[in-house]
């Protein structure tokens, strides 16, 4: 017979009495499995209660494990498994999680510790390379999705079509033309951001005997990327005109390169942009090697001095240029809406290859960053953002230059969050200038974080991407002080 004791008065609900009950009936070993139960009838009857509430309790009992019910047939005990709770999870797993990593996988990045961010309270922190949070149109976003929620209501929130809602890959296209980008919605992919149109492109194009370019320094998320897909990269040194062209045409003779990633505009992390006569021949020296270049326009409309240098995609006759382009940089990273544009027929095959994972994008998000855009508010973002950008771009070069020893150098960029400190013939290491940047409550990016191979050359890179007027002017006069109290 079971004897249960079922409280009316407690604020656990009898069902849930009944389960708690049962189950340590069970975990002591007064029930053993196999033992049967009474009837939901019966116990219900035994218990003074609603034939509810034990079928209830019944029915939870056997969904945890702790029962096993046929059909016109007692319920009787079992032993259920061991929960994940009841296991030290950090030591016990019948897989090796390590060794069965795919061996073409870049295990050494995988593998890496994550080393924590430190974020000092009262901070100056010259590291993010995302829109300032004081600075993004939240309540004008708030608006656009409210637009499209109600006028296009659960159309957004249904699968979509995997090269991306065509209304905003029809802006997209005309906004190009203002970069003299002249291109067609059948060639623009939208993307989960610019990261994840180039891992379409690797995957799609690239296999570990791929040699692909890359500049020296360059964007390290993109390096890690690059890397988990080729075994076999070259590094073009940067020079402060951008890449060394001599250097690129001569690597492209003596070996086959298939593809370069580059950063025309606002390099990350040394913010160069090159002119159209460099433009010019770096296209010519991938026209006459067949190489692809992946051009990442992640900053494009971020030119707050002098007149823009069109993108290298304005200038693509043969169609070798892969143009990346994101929202990121100007309205919200978390929204995760770029794009890709090329021929056609890339297109047509990066999108059968994203619909392979993803089976498409978030229409609700792009529907959102369109109605945005198409209303006027993003040119006036963006117009608002370049001012508050060049001011605070002006006045950190003008502090470096006020500020800085005279054998310190750095970029002096048009445009973007980023400049590049960077010095030679010094006995100063890395780890001292961050330790003692720390110190003082100055965080910055340590150069070694932007080469591929290791290097000897000691730099540092600033954003001025979270940090006002007051906090660049007092920032920069830190790091001097640092500077100078290390050499000295």
Not at 110 to 116: E, G, N, R, S, Y
Not at 293 to 306: A, S, T
Not at 387 to 412: C, D, G, H, N, Q
Not at 422 to 440: A, G, M, P, R
Request: proline share 4%.
């Amino acid at each position: 017979m079971l004897l249960l004791h079922l409280n009316k008065n407690k604020s656990i609900p009898l069902f849930q009495q009944v389960i708690d009950q049962v189950k340590e009936l069970i975990n002591q070993g007064s029930l053993k499995a196999g033992d049967r139960l009474p009837s939901s009838r019966k116990l219900a009857a035994d218990c003074g209660v609603n034939r509810t509430t034990i079928f209830k309790a019944y029915e939870e009992l056997w969904a945890m494990g702790y029962l096993e019910s046929r059909q016109g047939s007692y319920s009787t005990v079992r032993k259920p498994a061991q929960f994940t709770k009841d296991i030290d999870t950090e030591n016990i797993s019948s897989i090796s999680w390590i060794l069965d990593i795919n061996p073409s996988i870049n295990k050494e990045y995988i593998l890496k510790a994550d080393v924590p961010i430190k974020k000092l309270k009262g901070s100056i922190n010259f590291r993010p390379l995302s829109p300032d949070p004081g600075l993004m149109p939240t309540e004008d976003f708030r608006k656009s999705l409210n637009h499209i929620l109600h006028n296009e209501k659960a159309n957004v929130l249904n699968y979509g079509d995997a090269q991306g809602y065509e209304p905003l890959r029809k802006y997209i296209a005309k906004h190009q033309q203002m970069h003299q980008i002249h291109t067609s919605v059948n060639e623009i992919l939208i993307t989960n951001g610019t990261q994840n149109g180039l891992d379409l492109i690797l995957r799609l194009y690239c296999t570990k005997e791929t040699n692909i370019a890359i500049g020296s320094p360059s964007y390290n998320s993109a390096i890690h990327l690059i890397a988990s897909h080729t075994d076999s990269i070259t590094e073009i040194p940067i020079l402060d005109t951008g890449l060394d062209l001599d250097f690129f045409e001569e690597e492209a003779k003596k070996q086959s390169i298939k593809m370069l990633y580059t950063m025309p505009n606002f390099q990350n992390p040394t913010g160069i942009t090159t002119s159209q006569k460099h433009r010019e021949r770096l296209l010519a020296i991938c026209e006459k090697h067949h190489i692809i270049i992946l051009e990442d326009g992640f900053e494009e409309e971020m030119k707050y001095f002098d007149k823009a240098v069109l993108p290298l995609k304005s200038i693509d006759r043969n169609q070798i240029v892969i143009y990346l382009g994101t929202f990121s940089k100007i309205l919200f990273p978390g929204l995760r809406v770029g794009w890709i544009c090329a021929h056609k027929q890339c297109i047509q095959q990066l999108t059968r290859l994203k619909e392979l994972t993803e089976i498409t994008g978030n229409l609700l998000s792009q529907a959102a960053v369109f109605s945005f855009c198409d209303s006027g508010l993003y040119n006036l973002h963006k117009k608002r953002i370049h001012k508050v950008y060049k001011r605070r771009m002006s006045l950190a070069i003008k502090a470096m230059k006020e500020y800085f020893p005279s054998w310190v150098e750095y970029t002096k960029p048009m445009g973007g969050y980023t400049l590049w400190v960077f010095f030679y013939n010094t006995s100063i290491t890395e780890l001292e200038i961050i330790t003692q940047l720390e110190k003082v409550g100055v965080l910055i990016t340590p150069g070694s974080n932007f080469y591929y191979q290791s290097t000897s050359e000691i730099n540092f890179r600033i954003s001025i991407a979270h940090a006002d007027e007051d906090e660049i002017l007092v920032g920069i006069r830190k790091i001097a002080n640092v500077l100078n109290s290390i050499k000295s």
